[in-house]
């Protein structure tokens, strides 16, 4: 019997890709969760072994969504009900400065998972399922990127 590892995959659709990222779960087999721990992501899927956290700047992707919704979503528009006087800015300054340190902490998981989904919906053919045949590695290799298609 084959390794589960190396039987091909189904194609992932953009569909599966969403809701694979709406339940924080591997884009590439849909089996395994992205997390080890409450803040560790997996390297690799522990299920089809593809490679999640790629290169080292790849966290920057989940830092960006992270920051962008804990700033725009949170944090501006309290200090603006605050400086256009809805709410005390007292109190507005003490909500956007408790958001400002908590919403990272709970969009943490959620921002890795639509970073991915953004990803691979943007680039579906790194994802291992949705790769040629003739490519049998786990990691990305620039020349499978720019090869030309047939
Ligand atoms: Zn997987």
Redesign the pocket.
């Known amino acids: 019997m084959l390794d589960p590892k190396l039987q091909p995959l189904p194609k992932v659709t953009h569909r599966q890709l969403l809701i694979r990222g709406l339940r924080c779960q591997?884009p590439?087999?849909?089996?395994?969760k992205l997390f080890e721990t409450r803040l560790r992501i997996h390297r690799y899927?522990p299920?089809?072994?593809?490679r999640i956290e790629r290169s080292d700047g790849y966290y920057l992707g989940p830092l960006c969504i992270n920051y962008g919704a804990t700033v725009f979503a949170f944090v501006l528009p309290t200090l603006l009900l605050g400086f256009f006087g809805y709410i005390a800015i007292k109190l507005a300054l003490a909500i956007a400065f408790t958001g400002a340190l908590l919403l990272p902490v709970l969009l943490y998981r959620f921002s890795w998972s639509c970073w991915l989904t953004i990803y691979y919906i943007c680039l579906p053919d790194e994802l291992h399922a949705n790769r040629p045949e003739d490519c049998d590695d786990l990691s990305f290799e620039e020349e499978q990127r720019t090869r030309p298609k047939d």
Do not use: S, T
């Open positions: 591997c590439n087999c849909g089996q395994a899927c299920n089809c072994g593809m």
